[in-house]
């Protein structure tokens, strides 16, 4: 009886792959079955060359026509399947950068037989072709959307397989002893489990150390990805709208003599030392009357409430009062600078004055670890001085000031955090059963149901549905 072979056709989608902005060179892609047959219809070549008979990975001077003749001047690059993004057939038409004319590029791959692409589709193919796992193909959006250095390096080395090969790993040593306790279980005759119950509580103990430390860095794979939460409080006309446009760099917040100028929030992110920051400038805190800017006081409170990091400005040429001890009671136990601003006047109060007036407020905070103490720094917004001491601190409060992406691994996504989470609470269940002395059918129930979460992370045990979603936020093109 012959074996009928069935092949599966994928439809050729097509997209623009860059910004849609007038620029010098703009970047139209295919990928599919037909791509190599679409792009000898619209492209033509000297000497009537077709795309189709080319080597692999080359590159072709020619133009893009429709009916009426040429369109553009362009470079085709050409990359045969499995050996390209997508691991089918792809073409890459670099044409010139007008919006109209990468569309019109666009308009014809279509008319010729493409489909648009839907979001997302070019690394879903990756991922469903097998060149990309799912935890490499959200490292590739992370990566286009990176705003500082660090996360710009952690997205880098979740596209090279670090977070892959880790979770592979644990995974690989998993299934093992999942392996061994059902064929023990099958043939109990000539495999003994008996005293296996210890030996698999010390590897289990193993895997969730290793688990520990991936969810340990979720913190600050949160920060690298997100940025810093930051928050400007302090009494009106300390400066910190000053502050604000010192940092920015350019004049955001408005700035006035007047006490309470601000009246709402404002929000800014700025690059700090490979590090993102998401500032929101705050109204003045203190007590009164005006029903605005109590209303602005308010959004302060809750802003600092949920703050990452809390910068408290202080007037430096003036005492502290009520409105000074109620902003100290509201920032305990947050994350803190203090900057004692207009450190260019005549100083009323010092470093020391503001820290004795902190622990008089808070003595529960005196006695923490002397590693979170809290920071102290005398700048000028206005005469920008003390910036750099403010930036060195706060890279060293939440990287302590060295942040290596060699071999460490930084949990930024947080569908990961969730699967590694459920896995680690999987095994812990395990050690319970052993701890128990329950039956080893009871064991392999929850080492499957670990392997199943961490295979959630690669993409190896997930649903269509949830991988139609993750791919639905990529950008057009990509």
Same mark, same amino acid.
């Given at each position: 009886?012959?074996?009928?072979?069935?092949?599966?056709?994928?439809?050729?989608?097509?997209?623009?792959?860059?910004?849609?902005?007038?620029?010098?060179?703009?970047?139209?892609?295919?990928?599919?079955?037909?791509?190599?047959?679409?792009?000898?219809?619209?492209?033509?070549?000297?000497?009537?060359?077709?795309?189709?008979?080319?080597?692999?990975?080359?590159?072709?001077?020619?133009?893009?026509?429709?009916?009426?003749?040429?369109?553009?001047?362009?470079?085709?690059?050409?990359?045969?399947?499995?050996?390209?993004?997508?691991?089918?057939?792809?073409?890459?038409?670099?044409?010139?950068?007008?919006?109209?004319?990468?569309?019109?590029?666009?308009?014809?791959m279509?008319?010729?037989?493409?489909?648009?692409? =839907?979001?997302?589709?070019?690394?879903?193919?990756?991922?469903?072709?097998?060149?990309?796992?799912?935890?490499?193909?959200?490292?590739?959006?992370?990566?286009?959307a990176?705003?500082?250095?660090?996360?710009?390096?952690?997205?880098?080395?979740?596209?090279?397989?670090?977070?892959?090969?880790?979770?592979?790993?644990?995974?690989?040593?998993?299934?093992?002893?999942?392996?061994f306790?059902?064929?023990?279980?099958?043939?109990?005759?000539?495999?003994?489990?008996?005293?296996?119950g210890?030996?698999?509580?010390?590897?289990?103990?193993?895997?969730?150390? =290793?688990?520990?430390?991936?969810?340990?860095?979720?913190?600050?794979?949160?920060?690298?990805?997100?940025?810093?939460?930051?928050?400007?409080?302090?009494?009106?006309?300390?400066?910190?709208?000053?502050?604000?446009?010192?940092?920015?760099?350019?004049?955001?917040?408005i700035?006035?003599?007047?006490?309470?100028?601000?009246?709402?929030i404002?929000?800014?992110?700025?690059?700090?030392?490979?590090?993102?920051?998401?500032?929101?400038?705050?109204a003045?805190?203190?007590?009164?009357?005006?029903?605005?800017?109590?209303?602005?006081?308010?959004?302060?409170?809750?802003?600092?409430?949920?703050?990452?990091?809390?910068?408290?400005?202080i007037?430096?040429?003036?005492p502290?009062?009520?409105?000074?001890?109620?902003?100290?009671?509201?920032?305990?136990g947050?994350?803190?600078?203090?900057l004692?601003?207009?450190?260019?006047?005549?100083?009323?109060?010092?470093? =020391?004055?503001?820290?004795?007036?902190?622990?008089?407020?808070?003595?529960?905070?005196?006695?923490?670890?002397?590693?979170?103490?809290?920071?102290?720094?005398?700048?000028?917004?206005?005469?920008?001085?003390?910036?750099?001491?403010?930036?060195?601190?706060?890279?060293?409060?939440?990287?302590?000031?060295n942040?290596?992406?060699?071999?460490?691994?930084?949990i930024?996504?947080?569908?990961?955090?969730?699967?590694?989470?459920?896995?680690?609470?999987?095994?812990l269940?395990?050690?319970?059963?052993i701890?128990?002395?329950?039956?080893?059918?009871?064991?392999?129930?929850?080492?499957?149901?670990?392997?199943?979460?961490l295979?959630?992370?690669?993409?190896?045990?997930?649903?269509?549905?949830?991988v139609?979603?993750?791919f639905?936020?990529f950008?057009?093109?990509?």
């Amino acid at each position: 009886m012959k074996t009928e072979v069935i092949v599966v056709k994928t439809q050729t989608i097509a997209a623009i792959s860059t910004a849609m902005s007038d620029s010098g060179i703009g970047i139209v892609r295919m990928s599919g079955d037909e791509a190599f047959m679409i792009a000898d219809k619209i492209y033509e070549g000297k000497n009537g060359k077709q795309l189709s008979s080319q080597k692999s990975h080359t590159i072709h001077y020619g133009f893009i026509k429709d009916d009426n003749g040429p369109v553009d001047e362009v470079l085709v690059m050409i990359m045969r399947g499995p050996h390209s993004y997508t691991g089918e057939d792809t073409v890459e038409v670099n044409c010139h950068g007008g919006v109209y004319l990468v569309k019109r590029v666009l308009e014809i791959m279509i008319e010729n037989g493409a489909r648009p692409a =839907e979001p997302g589709e070019f690394t879903k193919r990756a991922f469903l072709n097998g060149r990309l796992d799912l935890s490499q193909a959200e490292a590739v959006g992370d990566l286009i959307a990176s705003q500082n250095e660090y996360a710009l390096k952690s997205s880098i080395g979740q596209l090279r397989g670090n977070v892959k090969s880790k979770i592979n790993d644990i995974r690989n040593k998993i299934i093992y002893h999942t392996a061994f306790i059902e064929t023990a279980l099958d043939d109990p005759e000539h495999i003994s489990v008996d005293g296996y119950g210890k030996e698999l509580k010390g590897t289990v103990a193993e895997l969730l150390s =290793e688990i520990e430390k991936l969810l340990s860095t979720c913190n600050d794979g949160r920060i690298i990805k997100e940025g810093i939460k930051t928050v400007i409080v302090g009494k009106p006309n300390a400066g910190k709208s000053t502050l604000l446009n010192v940092l920015v760099g350019e004049e955001r917040a408005i700035v006035t003599e007047v006490a309470g100028t601000t009246r709402d929030i404002l929000e800014e992110h700025i690059n700090l030392q490979g590090i993102s920051l998401n500032i929101i400038d705050t109204a003045g805190i203190r007590e009164t009357d005006d029903i605005v800017e109590r209303i602005g006081v308010d959004k302060a409170r809750l802003h600092a409430d949920e703050a990452d990091l809390v910068i408290y400005v202080i007037d430096a040429s003036a005492p502290l009062d009520e409105n000074d001890t109620q902003i100290i009671k509201m920032i305990s136990g947050k994350p803190v600078i203090i900057l004692l601003n207009k450190s260019d006047l005549d100083m009323m109060i010092n470093k =020391e004055k503001v820290i004795d007036a902190y622990y008089a407020i808070n003595p529960a905070n005196n006695e923490c670890d002397e590693s979170k103490e809290i920071q102290v720094i005398e700048v000028s917004a206005k005469n920008q001085c003390g910036i750099n001491d403010f930036e060195e601190v706060v890279k060293d409060m939440f990287f302590e000031g060295n942040l290596s992406f060699n071999n460490e691994i930084y949990i930024t996504n947080v569908r990961h955090k969730a699967a590694l989470q459920d896995a680690r609470n999987s095994l812990l269940r395990v050690i319970e059963s052993i701890d128990s002395g329950m039956p080893e059918d009871f064991y392999s129930i929850d080492l499957l149901d670990a392997y199943e979460s961490l295979g959630s992370i690669t993409g190896d045990t997930m649903g269509e549905d949830l991988v139609n979603e993750i791919f639905s936020k990529f950008c057009m093109g990509k």
